[in-house]
């Protein structure tokens, strides 16, 4: 049992769109192929992956460093002999071989690229669905059927209006979600606060919405926001600040009372630690955003999670960010309290399985073995491109 | 006044040797040109810069996005008419733009790379050593003629005993250091006790050694070094624990006296604020590491050390990681606490002018415009390379 190749691609996503921060049509996103030497259906065994949208493509750091560590492993030092499969986890500490702790940030996409695409191997090496998988191995065997979802959306475009903002949210609650999001922050406050009281004629009540400014408010700004939206109690105010300023967060946490939410930019288990010690976060209303693919892969959020119970956080608080199946197998695998989705953007790198409606808010998995991408029609094509070399 | 390239290249260091985390043999540091249409005593300035080894090269990352950004960039947007110079702050908004908050690691070193490089560019084309044009702008005009640096090594080697360790550092002895560096969490606690028994006989007394754990103990280990050596009061226990674990520092400082020290690992403000936020560190014996060109650059450092003034530190207690010029030039001009020097190991990526000894545990700056990497006759000849393209 060997990896016979780890091949990559980069690529776009068909977005115009820009949040208070970035521009996205600049963005790339990697998808990694790790080829296999199993067969399975008569063909080898090849996993996938890809990196949520947002920060970059990782092709410099995955052919400079990480790729090399794995091939150039013996295989002796990664198969799992009780299992007769690949070991994820000693996978993960042959790529981190020679590595400084701290710092985490680009190369944790690398390696939960190479991560994901392993995890997808296994699955299908072992038959299973991932999630299936992740619960048999790490959750007593229990999963969720149907997983929570919620749109997020409501971009800022030159021209768009509360009109066009509402007919979109409209068109996600058609799509059977029940809870959108929209951006804040790219316009002055009461702009935005017209476009919350917009959004929420849509969606019907302040729970059903949730808003991301992105972290780009400092504590006035973040401040002011906070009074001027704790009246809707809005699902969750994401993003407030630059997520490393856990103090920032534990003052705004004594002042706003609804549910805030962080987590999608950091990228490791002792970071995510520091929000949860620091940053002043509420077990029974907050949520944890953590994003696998940008995090060290499956191996480093199974570390997120066993550091969050002791200290006295329920997986149900962590809703992982990036609207793609490796979120959605990691919220039902694993029994989370959600997952995003991304219904109109960051095509092809974003939605579950084409032929599973979202109803209710909720939304199931496929039941082919690993992730699943071949019910994507749009991005299994890329996959195969890439598995080709 | 535009830049008219910006060349890279991807170099190794002459090391064999190991500390508790890392095998320094497969390490890679860039070497940066950014060559401007300024003249000056009939040639081109080009500034330059390369990274402390320990991490890695950026070359993937500087290609992919950040060289790009500033070569796509109007040179109207970086030009500083009031010095008729480039302006390195505007220069480093446009490397980070599209970029997104948190996650400081990798990119940080692609960043610190051009901008070190800028920063160079900026002294040379202003005629004064990098040191001076600190001070002035930033430091009332005052720096410091020389600066104290202490002798970093006492790394493990295969065979290498106590008396091997008490040669090392009576040669730095030798060559004026007064304070020594070594290594320990290599090896079990009584053999790394004997090591610092050892290596006191040459320095004298514990005011004049230092130790580095390279973050590898975890809270067990790093109490039981702790309480092994308190009674000797070193110059200073470096990186005890995770970077990222402030609680756990804070916990050692309470109850480790003496000093202190840690940051190389930190790579922005946001993160070192944490560190002095939630570390326990005690701004009257402990030490701050940050490392320039790990760290997205001048530009990020003079923000730390603004952070740090209103916190209570003064920057006397700030002593950059990484024994090179680019160190040297910052606790110089900024008035910091000291450098830290590699007088034997990292070559050609090391060290200090070749005229210049060390003396009395301190040392001087050259004269030159820009850092002055042309008085160090091992790496200039590489710069030149990388320059020419």
Not at 270 to 297: E, I, K, M
Not at 307 to 330: C, D, I, Q, T
Request: proline share 6%; net charge negative.
């Amino acid at each position: 049992m060997k990896i016979l190749a780890i091949r990559d691609g980069v690529y776009g996503v068909k977005s115009a769109i820009s949040n208070a921060v970035i521009d996205f049509s600049q963005m790339t996103v990697s998808v990694v192929a790790v080829v296999t030497d199993v067969v399975r259906e008569g063909k080898p065994v090849v996993g996938f992956a890809f990196n949520t949208n947002g920060r970059y493509a990782a092709q410099g750091l995955l052919r400079e460093r990480f790729i090399k560590r794995i091939m150039g492993a013996d295989p002796k030092e990664y198969r799992d002999p009780a299992r007769d499969n690949l070991d994820p986890f000693a996978l993960h500490r042959i790529a981190m071989r020679n590595e400084k702790p701290g710092g985490h940030g680009e190369r944790s996409v690398a390696v939960a690229l190479l991560d994901i695409a392993i995890w997808d191997a296994v699955a299908k090496i072992e038959g299973k669905p991932l999630c299936r998988l992740l619960a048999e191995r790490f959750n007593g065997g229990k999963w969720d059927e149907r997983v929570w979802v919620y749109a997020a959306g409501g971009y800022y475009y030159p021209g768009k209006g509360p009109e066009a903002l509402r007919a979109e949210l409209r068109s996600y609650l058609d799509r059977g979600y029940e809870t959108c999001k929209i951006k804040i922050g790219g316009a002055p406050l009461a702009e935005d606060m017209a476009r919350i009281e917009a959004a929420l004629v849509e969606v019907g009540e302040g729970p059903r919405l949730a808003v991301d400014a992105n972290a780009r408010f400092d504590e006035t700004e973040a401040m002011a926001y906070g009074r001027a939206m704790a009246p809707f109690n809005l699902a969750f105010f994401e993003e407030p600040v630059d997520p490393l300023d856990y103090a920032l967060h534990a003052k705004l946490a004594e002042v706003y009372a609804p549910p805030l939410a962080t987590g999608e930019n950091l990228f490791s288990m002792p970071d995510a630690r520091n929000l949860v010690r620091h940053g002043g976060f509420r077990p029974d209303r907050d949520w944890l955003q953590f994003d696998c693919t940008l995090s060290y892969g499956v191996t480093e959020y199974l570390r997120i999670l066993d550091m969050l119970h002791p200290l006295g956080w329920s997986g149900r608080r962590v809703v992982p960010h990036g609207g793609h199946l490796l979120s959605l197998h990691l919220a039902a695998g694993l029994q989370l309290g959600g997952c995003e989705a991304y219904p109109d953007v960051f095509k092809p790198f974003s939605g579950f399985a084409d032929n599973i409606p979202v109803q209710n808010g909720h939304v199931g998995l496929p039941e082919n073995p690993g992730t699943g991408y071949e019910t994507q029609s749009e991005v299994w094509p890329i996959m195969q491109e890439v598995a080709a070399g």
